[in-house]
């Protein structure tokens, strides 16, 4: 892990930020946020990939009215840009994600709400209104508490579910097994009852899921758990979702031309391009590397989002000209959120803005939807398919 300096005089950017922000936590929840995947390759590539392509600058356009802004179910957010979902906001601060999502609403962007959230699904979207209207998925093994999920989603007001399509389980995560992460006390599940039995956390290193995946032993025991389930098909899944509920159903942590097309015929909404911040498989492919794979496969049938190494608006102006509709920063709003609560969530969503304008005015791009591959130029050529 990085030795983090002392706070930057000033915080002009997200490293600012981040660098203000992660020495606060303590070492094992620092670690648990900022980790990834076995030896991290696939992390450090997440952010390091956006630096093999450069932006074409535009001169002699006029530039003075620059829209930001993108529209998603219907309604115009200030930026194409998100919270991906992440858990356990508590740990930064007691108003866990209903701080976000006062953040969210505060300054128009779209949230999205982890299943592991520390605040129950209604307090957020009550804090968020319009804002909050994502809730992202885990399936469980007992599919009650799944539905059960879904259906106070859908009865709360928002608009889809992010089905996390990319976890049969938790991954190798060195940093949670050597600190033995746990959640501390006063931080609880918001979204389960003590009435649905034990919720398997599967970050934990005493995850039950990881356990059954090397002992044969244990995967009776737990069907009709609690506990992800590692069984779901886009042939079984998504119809059942779709008989459970009217929200659209996208599919987050998919990296692949076969995976889209799979998600496209069995009826998605959305196809999501995600790798869970490299803390699933490590040496996978960077979520950039990815991109555009996914956008040829998709054809434009239904929108392509992506999450990812996400630290600059530039990487946002790179992968909408990749294209993305919509982009999702996950890191980011935990460093704002540790750093200020919601208040320095505020300002991490202040520095993307001032920077995205920025960038959009250099490249003669009055609108989001002048963003195209024309914009770009990739340094040399790094992944091919075999």
Same mark, same amino acid.
């Given at each position: 892990?990085? /030795? =983090?300096?002392?706070?930057? $005089?000033?915080?002009?950017?997200?490293?600012?930020?981040?660098?203000?922000?992660?020495?606060?936590?303590?070492?094992? !929840?620092?670690? =648990?946020?900022?980790?990834?995947?076995?030896?991290?390759?696939?992390?450090?590539?997440? #952010? #390091?990939?956006?630096?093999?392509?450069?932006?074409?600058?535009?001169?002699?356009?006029? !530039?003075?009215?620059?829209?930001?802004?993108?529209?998603?179910?219907?309604?115009?957010?200030? &930026?194409?840009?998100?919270?991906?979902?992440?858990?356990?906001?508590?740990?930064?601060?007691?108003?866990?994600?209903?701080?976000?999502?006062?953040?969210?609403?505060?300054?128009?962007?779209?949230?999205?709400?982890?299943?592991?959230?520390?605040?129950?699904?209604?307090?957020?979207?009550?804090?968020?209104?319009?804002? $909050?209207?994502?809730?992202?998925? =885990?399936?469980?093994?007992?599919?009650?508490?799944?539905?059960? &999920?879904?259906?106070?989603?859908?009865?709360?007001?928002?608009?889809?579910?992010? &089905?996390?399509?990319?976890?049969?389980?938790?991954?190798?995560?060195?940093?949670?097994?050597?600190?033995?992460?746990?959640?501390?006390?006063?931080?609880?599940?918001?979204?389960?009852?003590?009435?649905?039995?034990?919720?398997?956390?599967?970050?934990?290193?005493?995850?039950?899921?990881?356990?059954? !995946?090397?002992?044969?032993?244990?995967?009776?025991?737990?069907? /009709?758990?609690?506990?992800?389930?590692?069984?779901?098909?886009?042939?079984?899944?998504?119809?059942?979702?779709?008989?459970?509920?009217?929200?659209?159903?996208?599919?987050?942590?998919?990296?692949?031309?076969?995976?889209?097309?799979?998600?496209?015929?069995?009826?998605?909404?959305? !196809?999501?391009?995600? /790798?869970?911040?490299?803390?699933?498989?490590?040496?996978?492919?960077?979520?950039?590397?990815?991109?555009?794979?996914?956008?040829?496969?998709?054809?434009?049938?239904?929108?392509?989002?992506?999450?990812?190494?996400?630290?600059?608006?530039?990487?946002?102006?790179?992968?909408?000209? &990749?294209?993305?509709?919509?982009?999702?920063?996950?890191?980011?709003?935990?460093?704002?959120?540790? =750093?200020?609560?919601?208040?320095?969530?505020?300002?991490?969503?202040?520095?993307?803005?001032?920077?995205?304008?920025?960038?959009?005015?250099? $490249?003669?791009?009055?609108?989001?939807?002048?963003?195209?591959?024309?914009?770009?130029?990739?340094?040399?050529?790094?992944?091919?398919?075999?």
């Amino acid at each position: 892990m990085a /030795n =983090y300096k002392s706070p930057p $005089a000033k915080i002009i950017s997200i490293k600012d930020l981040e660098n203000a922000a992660l020495p606060r936590a303590s070492k094992s !929840v620092r670690e =648990y946020w900022a980790g990834g995947a076995s030896e991290e390759k696939t992390l450090a590539e997440n #952010s #390091s990939v956006f630096d093999e392509y450069r932006i074409r600058t535009r001169v002699m356009v006029d !530039v003075s009215q620059i829209d930001t802004s993108a529209t998603l179910f219907g309604r115009k957010y200030r &930026l194409p840009i998100g919270f991906a979902p992440s858990a356990f906001h508590q740990l930064a601060t007691d108003d866990g994600e209903v701080a976000t999502a006062r953040a969210a609403k505060a300054h128009n962007w779209a949230m999205g709400l982890s299943s592991y959230s520390t605040k129950p699904l209604e307090d957020v979207k009550l804090a968020g209104g319009d804002s $909050a209207q994502v809730l992202q998925l =885990y399936v469980f093994q007992n599919r009650k508490t799944t539905e059960d &999920l879904v259906r106070r989603a859908e009865k709360a007001g928002y608009k889809a579910i992010a &089905l996390t399509v990319d976890t049969p389980v938790i991954g190798i995560r060195p940093a949670d097994i050597y600190n033995d992460f746990k959640l501390p006390p006063h931080v609880k599940l918001g979204n389960f009852g003590a009435d649905q039995g034990p919720i398997d956390n599967p970050t934990s290193p005493q995850s039950e899921t990881r356990d059954a !995946v090397t002992d044969e032993s244990k995967r009776e025991d737990l069907k /009709n758990t609690n506990t992800l389930d590692p069984s779901l098909t886009w042939e079984e899944t998504i119809p059942w979702l779709r008989s459970i509920t009217s929200m659209q159903i996208w599919a987050k942590g998919v990296a692949t031309a076969e995976d889209t097309e799979a998600a496209i015929a069995a009826g998605v909404d959305v !196809v999501w391009v995600s /790798n869970h911040g490299g803390r699933q498989l490590d040496s996978t492919l960077a979520t950039l590397d990815s991109l555009p794979e996914v956008v040829a496969a998709a054809r434009g049938r239904v929108p392509v989002h992506f999450d990812g190494g996400v630290r600059r608006a530039s990487d946002v102006f790179k992968a909408l000209a &990749l294209g993305a509709d919509f982009v999702w920063v996950g890191r980011p709003v935990l460093y704002g959120l540790l =750093y200020d609560g919601q208040n320095g969530v505020e300002l991490m969503q202040t520095i993307f803005e001032t920077e995205l304008a920025n960038i959009m005015m250099f $490249a003669g791009t009055t609108s989001i939807k002048e963003i195209d591959s024309r914009r770009l130029v990739r340094k040399g050529l790094r992944i091919e398919k075999l």
